[in-house]
Each structure stands twice: as structure tokens, then as C-alpha cells.
Nanobody
């Protein structure tokens, strides 16, 4: 079993920065994708950024140029550096992990960390 724990959320003024961290316990299987999603009140959960196959990255258009996802290797936390934050970035941010183990795919979610950006 894998558990994901996020940290780093909080309240920040528009234009400020935050860095989110996601630590995974458990090392089963090989990671296919790892990333961050967010869900604002009354909205669907949406992809923010992810790392695919350990190397390529994908970002939502709304965060390109402002957010950076990073990870040194599969055993290290996943970070989301968020700069130039806007009020519309306010949401609960979730860490997501997709991995393959013994021929099956597994998906894991953290409990989320709240990010609030004031105007």
C-alpha cells in the first residue's frame, strides 16, 4: 500500500509563492506518472502539473510559466513550486501517483492541502 502526504499549503497574497511537497510511503511497483491536481469549491478536480515516465512534464495552460513540478528521483518528494500566485489558484491541491505493479495499474491520492490566495 502507498500513502501520499502533502504539505506546504497556506494563505498567501496575490503575487506570492508557495512550495508544495508530496511524500510517498511505500515503494511498490514502478511509477508511471506523479503529479498535482487541484479542486476549487464547486469545481471539478483538474490537472495542475505532472511528471510522466520520470522525465517529461505536463502543465495546465493556466499555470504554465508560473508553476514548476520537480522530483530528483523516485524515492524523493515531489515538489510543486508556485510563483506569481493568483486568487484563482485558490483550491485544495492533491498529490496523485500512478504506478504499475505485478501487471496491474494502481492510482493513489493524498488527502490534499489547502492553498488560499488573497487579492
Amino acid at each position: 500500500q502507498v500513502q501520499l502526504v502533502e504539505s506546504g499549503g497556506g494563505l498567501v497574497q496575490a503575487g506570492g509563492s508557495l512550495r508544495l511537497s508530496c511524500v510517498a510511503s511505500g515503494s511498490i511497483g514502478s511509477i508511471k506518472r506523479v503529479g498535482w491536481y487541484r479542486q476549487a469549491p464547486g469545481q471539478q478536480r483538474e490537472l495542475v502539473a505532472r511528471i510522466i515516465s520520470g522525465s517529461s512534464t505536463q502543465y495546465a495552460d493556466s499555470v504554465k510559466g508560473r508553476f514548476t513540478i520537480s522530483r530528483e528521483n523516485a524515492k524523493n518528494p515531489v515538489y510543486l513550486q508556485m510563483n506569481s500566485l493568483k486568487p484563482e489558484d485558490t483550491a485544495v491541491y492533491y498529490c496523485n501517483d500512478n504506478r504499475r505493479w505485478l501487471g496491474k495499474d494502481y492510482e493513489y491520492w493524498g488527502l490534499g492541502t489547502q492553498v488560499t490566495v488573497s487579492s
